[in-house]
């Protein structure tokens, strides 16, 4: 079971809403990730979290917050966004074992429209 | 500066073998090629990956140069459900950071 999952599917939020996007794996994996995709753009690196851990913050402005309660979850809250942030939000995780093949497993995303 | 160039789009005929070409010249050797897909809107979905030999799996094979300067995907027998952006990446085994290139957008015809 390569399964990740991630909720909602949709979201369309106001720029002073707060939000929250939610990603949760039972694949055991250490290493929880978040992306930004804009349309005909490959996946952006946002955060890494390494045994719960924050590893990896790609200079993401702060209002996007990451948390990550447990080895199987992982949120995303949003607050005061703007318009271009407006994309698809997408998770993945991996078993987190550097030194070796670590492939990410990626969920179906959460499409982001703020208004 | 982007480590993987693939073609911008590619055709193919259904049930014919689609042969998706990836340049990588500035690979190190601890950095293993990986392909993904994504279906329109959709997740990436991981398809295959490997380091030195041609790797061959359910979905796919992978032929690496031998000096792994150069890679190619081959779906055996595209179908319809096979149309989708593939990304040729990049990722080393000493950190988190999948180097995406631009993806091949395939199209699969009747």
């Known amino acids: 079971d390569t399964e990740v999952t991630q909720t909602p599917k949709h979201l369309v939020m106001g720029m002073t809403n707060k939000k929250s996007l939610k990603c949760e794996q039972h694949?055991?994996?250490?290493?929880m990730y978040w992306y930004k995709q804009k349309a005909k753009k490959p996946p952006e690196l946002m955060f890494v979290y390494s045994y719960e851990k924050l590893s990896i913050n790609e200079s993401v402005p702060s209002r996007f917050s990451p948390e990550c309660p447990n080895s199987s979850l992982l949120n995303l809250h949003l607050h005061a966004l703007q318009p271009e942030d407006s994309a698809l939000y997408l998770c993945a995780s991996s078993h987190g074992e550097l030194g070796f093949t670590d492939t990410q497993y990626f969920g179906p995303g959460t499409r982001l429209t703020v208004l | 500066d982007a480590k993987t160039t693939q073609p911008t789009s590619m055709d193919c005929a259904e049930g014919r073998a689609a042969n998706l070409p990836c340049n990588h010249s500035t690979i190190s050797g601890n950095e293993y090629v990986y392909w993904y897909r994504q279906i329109h809107s959709q997740g990436p979905q991981y398809i295959i990956h490997g380091l030195k030999n041609n790797e061959t799996n359910e979905m796919a094979s992978l032929i690496i140069t031998e000096d792994r300067k150069s890679s190619t995907l081959i779906l055996p027998h595209a179908t319809l459900r096979d149309t989708a952006v593939y990304y040729c990446?990049?990722?080393?085994?000493?950190?988190?950071?999948?180097?995406w290139g631009a993806g091949t957008k395939l199209i699969i015809k009747p």
């Open positions: 694949m055991g994996h250490r290493a």
């Open positions: 990446i990049v990722k080393s085994d000493s950190n988190y950071q999948l180097i």
